[in-house]
């Protein structure tokens, strides 16, 4: 399972769907996870980490070593960024001389963790796993959102609003598809930001609509009273995703 089958950078487009173009959802995955989104999965049956960059969904690995006490260090770390566990130029757990046994091994002050190796040779130890679980992609979901930033969006029809927190480098698709709890038919919907259509392919700095939270800070502003805004215009189909 290469990134649950490797992520696509951009939706898959559909010629027509009802009367909107658009991504085939049922394929559909979106690329970027916030923080937030992350430490929201932090129980032994629902649990992920980030690190280097990359979101993993640990679930199956916690599933598989239940009762294990080398699940312990893990756990305790659900829903957490864990990039300090790692050299960022190899990718593997860091390591360091033993001193011990005078020889390279990996580095785990919270405590050794399935997959890595006793300290000394041990006849329990079974290294017939393949891969250890931080290497490849089996577990990984998507890319973590280095910054994120806050968006309202207002549907003219109902006059409802929601505000989304989304990655910087998402598309439009992408954060119309965080938007279809609030409404399912949000894909029957124009999007448009201060009178202008809003390119579906493109970020949301990529449509002309800046991120100024710089700005606000450097202003020692309120930048949470200045959320941009992006309207929703009801067309003549009811698409559902």
Same mark, same amino acid.
């Given at each position: 399972?290469?990134?649950?089958?490797?992520?696509t950078?951009? &939706?898959?487009?559909?010629?027509?769907?009802?009367?909107?173009?658009?991504?085939?959802?049922?394929? /559909?995955?979106?690329?970027? /996870?916030?923080?937030? $989104?992350?430490?929201?999965?932090?129980?032994?049956?629902?649990?992920?980490?980030?690190?280097?960059?990359?979101?993993? =969904?640990?679930?199956?690995?916690?599933? $598989?070593?239940k009762?294990?006490?080398?699940?312990?260090?893990?756990?305790?770390?659900?829903?957490?960024?864990?990039?300090?566990w790692?050299?960022?130029?190899?990718? =593997?757990? #860091?390591?360091?001389?033993?001193?011990?046994?005078?020889?390279? #091994?990996?580095?785990t002050?919270?405590?050794?963790?399935?997959?890595?190796?006793?300290?000394?040779?041990?006849? =329990?130890? &079974?290294?017939?796993?393949?891969?250890? *679980?931080?290497?490849?992609?089996?577990?990984?979901?998507?890319?973590?959102?280095?910054?994120?930033?806050?968006?309202?969006?207002?549907?003219?029809?109902?006059?409802?609003?929601?505000?989304?927190?989304?990655?910087?480098?998402?598309?439009? *698709?992408?954060?119309?598809?965080?938007?279809?709890?609030?409404?399912?038919?949000?894909?029957?919907?124009? *999007?448009?930001?201060?009178g202008?259509?809003?390119?579906?392919? /493109?970020?949301?700095?990529?449509?002309?609509?800046?991120?100024?939270?710089?700005? /606000?800070d450097?202003?020692?502003?309120?930048?949470?009273l200045?959320?941009?805004?992006?309207?929703l215009?009801?067309?003549?189909?009811?698409?559902?995703?």
């Open positions: 399972m290469q990134l649950r089958e490797s992520v950078h951009r &939706a898959r487009a559909l010629p027509r769907r009802g009367l909107v173009a658009g991504p085939d959802f049922e394929y /559909f995955r979106r690329r970027y /996870f916030t923080p937030a $989104e992350v430490a929201e999965h932090n129980q032994p049956a629902d649990l992920w980490v980030s690190y280097l960059g990359y979101v993993y =969904d640990l679930t199956p690995l916690a599933e $598989e070593y009762g294990n006490l080398l699940l312990k260090p893990i756990v305790e770390v659900a829903g957490q960024d864990i990039s300090h790692f050299d960022p130029k190899t990718r =593997d757990i #860091r390591k360091h001389i033993d001193p011990l046994t005078g020889c390279l #091994r990996y580095r002050p919270q405590g050794r963790f399935v997959h890595v190796p006793p300290q000394l040779p041990r006849s =329990d130890w &079974a290294n017939d796993f393949g891969k250890p *679980w931080w290497q490849g992609s089996y577990y990984e979901v998507g890319r973590l959102s280095a910054k994120t930033r806050s968006i309202r969006i207002i549907n003219t029809l109902t006059s409802q609003e929601h505000t989304l927190e989304v990655g910087v480098l998402e598309s439009m *698709w992408e954060i119309l598809h965080r938007y279809l709890p609030y409404n399912a038919h949000a894909a029957s919907y124009t *999007w448009k930001y201060e202008k259509n809003l390119n579906m392919d /493109f970020t949301l700095e990529e449509n002309g609509i800046r991120d100024e939270e710089e700005e /606000f450097y202003l020692s502003m309120d930048g949470t200045h959320t941009p805004a992006i309207l215009y009801f067309n003549d189909d009811l698409t559902e995703l």
